[in-house]
């Protein structure tokens, strides 16, 4: 039997319902898992470290003398500058202050790769990305998506799966950094979780 009020009507149940749906909403909330951050420019395998600022210059090894090649990584150079807080950077002769040394390899070993070569605490003042020019390795179709890859990692950008923009390991098409590694690029620090 329901309790009455006191002038004897029954509860109206449509009022309870917010106060259950708003109970219910912050249950889910309090009980769900914390979100957690990827790491960032903290080096390793798979993660590039810091840039050492946003000027982020860039060469042709003697070994990059592919047109398309060149191309390709002038692209995701403009790309990276346009889509973050990097700027100024420019294609130029290599030399100690060159930021990114891009570099050709007819391998199987990788389709591309980043080593910081000179690293100074968490930032690399100059890095070498390799693209491998082996199409059974490295589909022509899918060497935009490793030289931003490549590119992302100088700039101090960790692996991600799938959906992740060209960040993801492995086979893909994407061209474009997610706005949560862009995010971490204009911010220019360390993120360890």
């Not at 039997?1 to 889910?28: H, I, N, Q, Y």
């Not at 790491?39 to 590039?48: H, K, W």
Request: with cysteine.
């Amino acid at each position: 039997m329901l309790a009455k009020d006191t002038e004897g009507r029954a509860p109206d149940r449509r009022r309870s319902r917010p106060a259950v749906a708003v109970l219910l909403v912050f249950a889910v909330l309090t009980l769900a898992a914390p979100a957690s951050a990827d790491p960032f420019g903290v080096g390793g395998s798979s993660t590039g470290w810091l840039a050492d600022n946003h000027d982020h210059d860039y060469c042709w090894s003697t070994n990059f003398t592919w047109t398309s090649l060149q191309n390709i990584a002038d692209d995701a150079m403009d790309y990276l500058e346009s889509s973050t807080d990097f700027s100024g950077g420019s294609h130029q002769s290599c030399n100690s202050g060159t930021d990114v040394y891009f570099q050709r390899f007819n391998t199987t070993a990788y389709r591309g790769q980043y080593q910081c070569d000179d690293r100074n605490g968490n930032e690399c003042d100059n890095a070498d990305v390799r693209i491998s020019s082996n199409t059974s390795t490295l589909p022509s179709s899918e060497r935009a998506k490793t030289t931003c890859h490549e590119v992302g990692h100088s700039a101090g950008a960790t692996h991600h799966s799938s959906g992740y923009g060209c960040m993801v390991s492995g086979t893909s098409t994407v061209e474009t950094y997610w706005a949560h590694t862009r995010n971490h690029m204009d911010d220019l620090e360390v993120a360890t979780s």
